[in-house]
């Protein structure tokens, strides 16, 4: 298969490449600024990929000349702070513009290279439940993730007659930069669990919020 993971400089989208070149295929990255260990793996590396810039995202599916892609992840993403007695709306409204927007943007910019039977994963996280919202707080991070499923479930009908299936998934609490090495598990098996995820993707299953255990999430 032909993937293009979409922000994967460091951490899950880096794993990602890692993953899915050992299992043979061919990897497409994009990332702002390349990583040495990105351009370590040999796979094809796309770096100054704005995801807030449709414009930039256009410009690359037009450089791969509309070729097929049979997966495509978007992985882009941020996270800020903010709570009751410290609110930033400037942060909240920068989450929502790469958290929930820029997904769409991606999706959108590589339509005409996915074909029926093609799989979309979109990198949202439970924090954005709200039947699961039992702690309060991270209100931009919390907010653009609940944004991101509604666009996504929506993308699911919109592109169901297509044959492109999405994926909601949610990776875990998962050590990495962005929680500063805090979390529950490994990047390893975070990713090989969302992998696992996507080989189930079908259409019959499109528009579901997964864990990256395979269990379905409440919204």
Not at 151 to 180: F, Q
Request: glycine share 10%.
């Amino acid at each position: 298969m032909k993937i293009l993971i979409i922000g994967a400089s460091r951490g899950i989208g880096l794993e990602l490449c890692r993953q899915y070149m050992q299992l043979g295929h061919e990897v497409v990255a994009t990332c702002r600024t390349i990583s040495s260990e990105l351009q370590a793996l040999k796979i094809t590396v796309v770096s100054g990929i704005d995801t807030v810039d449709f414009s930039s995202l256009q410009n690359l599916a037009s450089s791969l000349g509309h070729d097929t892609i049979d997966m495509l992840i978007h992985n882009a993403g941020i996270w800020r702070t903010e709570n009751i007695d410290s609110m930033n709306f400037e942060t909240i409204q920068e989450q929502f513009a790469v958290n929930a927007v820029a997904p769409l943007k991606s999706v959108m910019a590589f339509l005409p290279c996915l074909k029926s039977g093609a799989k979309v994963g979109l990198m949202s996280s439970r924090m954005g439940s709200i039947a699961d919202n039992t702690s309060g707080g991270r209100y931009g991070y919390r907010m653009s993730k609940c944004a991101l499923n509604m666009g996504a479930k929506s993308l699911s009908m919109d592109l169901e007659p297509s044959g492109i299936a999405i994926a909601i998934l949610h990776p875990g609490y998962v050590r990495t930069d962005m929680t500063e090495g805090n979390g529950d598990i490994n990047v390893d098996e975070s990713v090989r669990g969302m992998i696992e995820c996507m080989d189930i993707l079908e259409m019959q299953n499109t528009g579901q919020f997964w864990h990256y255990t395979g269990k379905v999430l409440p919204w």
